[in-house]
């Protein structure tokens, strides 16, 4: 049986794969993770239940393996009835060891997962080199209950690379597993 290399492994070697095509002289030019940063916004679910953002931070703080932080408005907007500081979001921000466990546990667990998953975008990588993408339902990662049903929420995940352009981060996350969809479906909208 052949050994499953793990996301770690896989961006040391990333040096080895890519320096043919970007010319890298040595190892700390290749791209590397920085961090991963998780968002969830409640917006004005929090005027309507109380415990709502305590409800998502403890699932976060299970999906991720740590401690969230709430995030308060930046200015208050009177259509949506938000003052300065009301919370209105969740966030938490991975770097090493838990941040490596994470896209291990996202590459290989919850993206297989989602219904009808036919791939990730290759517009979602950005111009220097960050890969965002969205989830609809928390419900794919593995630590939520059968009772967190009722209360699904759907969260933003960004990948921080070391990446320069849109290009080389594309090739750097493809070598760290991220399954994007094949050029030819891509193609055959447009």
Do not use: C, W
Not at 97 to 126: C, H, Q, S, W, Y
């Amino acid at each position: 049986m052949a050994k499953h290399s793990t996301v770690k492994e896989k961006e040391s070697e990333s040096f080895d794969k890519m320096k043919g095509a970007f010319g890298y002289k040595n190892t700390m030019a290749s791209p590397k993770m920085k961090k991963v940063v998780i968002n969830v916004g409640t917006g004005t679910m929090v005027k309507k239940d109380k415990n709502k953002n305590e409800a998502i931070s403890d699932r976060l703080s299970k999906i991720t393996g740590q401690k969230v932080s709430l995030r308060g408005a930046k200015q208050s907007i009177a259509s949506f009835k938000i003052r300065q500081g009301d919370p209105v979001g969740v966030m938490v921000t991975l770097r090493g060891k838990r941040m490596f466990a994470f896209l291990e546990k996202l590459i290989n667990v919850a993206i297989p997962r989602t219904k009808d998953f036919r791939g990730i975008n290759r517009t979602t990588v950005d111009n220097i080199g960050n890969l965002t993408m969205g989830i609809k339902e928390h419900t794919i990662f593995p630590e939520t209950a059968d009772e967190d049903i009722r209360d699904v929420f759907g969260l933003s995940i960004t990948l921080v690379s070391s990446a320069k352009s849109k290009k080389e981060g594309t090739a750097f996350f493809e070598i760290l597993g991220v399954p994007f969809k094949k050029e030819e479906d891509t193609k055959k909208k447009k």
